[in-house]
């Protein structure tokens, strides 16, 4: 009996799954490209109206992350500096600089441009809206800025230096210990715990100093007693 189809569909089946494979890469490409927020992106470094240097501010000048971020440690979010909180200094320090133009138009009545406006910063870390995260709840219990925001002293431009999946928090949650330090250090983002041991006489329940940094962050997790829950429904409510 001669066959019904021709030859040629003998590769029929696997042209249509080759297609089909095709375009599902390709619609997940174009999701991840096009769908996906730019603020969960490692390595996402947008432009700000005005080129502030964590670098010279944090690390030269010495300023306290609270001073800016004031919300940080008793809000869910930490807040974005207002204009005044810039204008605090830069009224007196490099005032002329042609950089500070966004500044002088939100602050200074005597600008020909000034309208009062807000600065209009761009957020750089930014959970999606069906996520639950507590700033204070964190730092309040020994987590730094460092521990999710990389070193931001050493950024002259602020970017999204580590992946903040759910992965990402879960292996925070179930080994705390390596991410906590004492209160007093929170906000030092030079923190270095076998330096702080060194300088700080920490005894163990046997009474014994402690040296081991892996011992100081387990010792730090029954101080703070700290519990992080891994269901579901810690982060999504």
């Known amino acids: 009996m001669a066959n019904i189809f021709p030859r040629w569909t003998n590769l029929l089946p696997l042209k249509i799954a080759f297609c089909a494979g095709t375009a599902a890469v390709g619609v997940v490409a174009a999701f991840t490209v096009y769908a996906t927020p730019k603020a969960t992106v490692?390595?996402?470094?947008?432009?700000?109206?005005?080129?502030?240097?964590?670098?010279?501010?944090?690390?030269?000048?010495g300023l306290d992350c609270r001073y800016c971020h004031s919300f940080v440690d008793n809000s869910?979010?930490?807040?974005?500096?207002?204009?005044?909180?810039?204008?605090?200094?830069?009224?007196?320090v490099q005032r002329q600089s042609p950089k500070l133009e966004?500044?002088?138009?939100?602050?200074?009545?005597?600008?020909?441009?000034?309208?009062?406006?807000?600065?209009?910063?761009?957020?750089?870390?930014?959970a999606p809206d069906y996520v639950k995260f507590s700033h204070?709840?964190?730092?309040?219990?020994?987590?730094?800025?460092?521990?999710?925001?990389?070193?931001?002293?050493?950024?002259?431009?602020?970017?999204h230096a580590k992946a903040h999946s759910m992965g990402f928090c879960l292996d925070c949650h179930r080994n705390p210990a390596d991410n906590v330090?004492?209160?007093?250090e929170v906000f030092n983002l030079k923190y270095d715990p076998a330096e702080y041991l060194k300088q700080h006489v920490v005894l163990n329940d046997k009474g014994e100093r402690i040296s081991d940094p892996k011992e100081f962050g387990k010792k730090l997790s029954d101080v703070f007693k700290l519990q992080p829950r891994e269901s579901c429904a810690t982060c999504h409510h």
């Open 136 to 159: 204070s709840a964190h730092v309040n219990r020994g987590v730094s800025c460092v521990s999710c925001h990389g070193q931001v002293d050493q950024m002259e431009v602020v970017y």
């Open 42 to 61: 490692v390595g996402y470094q947008p432009s700000q109206p005005i080129p502030f240097s964590h670098k010279i501010h944090v690390d030269q000048l």
């Open 181 to 184: 330090r004492p209160l007093e």
């Open 102 to 126: 966004p500044l002088h138009r939100a602050m200074d009545k005597t600008h020909p441009l000034y309208d009062g406006k807000p600065i209009q910063w761009v957020k750089v870390h930014k």
């Open 76 to 92: 869910d979010h930490s807040n974005l500096p207002s204009a005044n909180t810039c204008w605090n200094c830069h009224q007196h």
